[in-house]
């Protein structure tokens, strides 16, 4: 079975572009995480989602940073104005919905953003 | 907000050598799950502990659930290069759904 799908896997942009990070969670999952990970802060939880819908996205940074959910088998994280802050290794991940005793994350190989 | 601190940081040992590494919660977890990151690569489950006191063991690596629940190690027995990587303690709400990760331990096992 194919496990969680990001793309790209990297990206290199200058300050100011408008950068869009891809997911493609894993089949019948209902829950999906974007998490940021940088050796400052570790792996920081941005939002997630349950069946499509936006539960936590307290993490998210600044207005510039958004995400959507359009589909169960979709999800979009959109930076708009790109800064050189934002580098950092974007996680996406996913997980069936389950006890405390069974869940489980998945994640993807993740999409590494450089910002010049 | 939960504060999950792992130690150490960094752990640079030989092949062969046994290893444990930490975590601690500020507070008491609903669950605690360790992961496995190699480079280039996500996280990947390890291990799910749940009752205070809980030992699970999978091949050479040992898990220990502080009774109080606030506290967990991880034992690594003869380790090996394939031990490799950023070791992440992370917690699960009570309702199984949010996920937060400590530091993580880097560890290199050295041939």
């Known amino acids: 079975d194919a496990g969680v799908i990001q793309s790209p896997r990297h990206e290199v942009t200058e300050m100011g572009q408008e950068v869009t990070l891809r997911c493609k969670p894993i089949s019948g999952h209902d829950y999906l995480f974007w998490y940021r990970q940088t050796m400052m802060r570790g792996l920081e939880l941005l939002i997630y989602?349950?069946?499509?819908?936006?539960?936590?996205d307290s993490g998210m940074p600044e207005d510039r940073f958004s995400a959507k959910m359009p589909n169960a088998s979709f999800s979009t994280l959109k930076i708009q104005p790109s800064e050189p802050r934002d580098s950092a290794v974007y996680f996406c991940?996913?997980?069936?919905?389950?006890?405390?005793?069974?869940?489980?994350?998945?994640f993807g190989e993740g999409s590494r953003l450089t910002v010049l | 907000t939960q504060l999950l601190k792992q130690s150490p940081q960094f752990l640079s040992i030989q092949e062969g050598e046994n290893l444990t590494v930490y975590c601690n919660s500020s507070s008491v977890f609903s669950s605690l799950q360790w992961y496995r990151q190699e480079p280039g690569e996500g996280p990947v489950l390890l291990v799910t502990v749940v009752t205070g006191g809980e030992v699970k063991k999978l091949k050479r690596l040992t898990f220990q659930f502080g009774d109080a629940r606030k506290d967990s190690s991880l034992h690594i027995t003869a380790a090996q290069p394939g031990d490799t990587g950023l070791y992440l303690c992370?917690?699960?709400?009570?309702?199984?759904?949010?996920?937060?990760f400590g530091p993580g331990t880097r560890l290199s096992v050295l041939p």
């Open positions: 992370a917690d699960i709400d009570n309702y199984g759904q949010n996920f937060v």
């Open positions: 991940a996913s997980s069936l919905a389950g006890g405390v005793a069974t869940g489980e994350l998945f």
């Open positions: 989602f349950n069946n499509n819908v936006p539960i936590d």
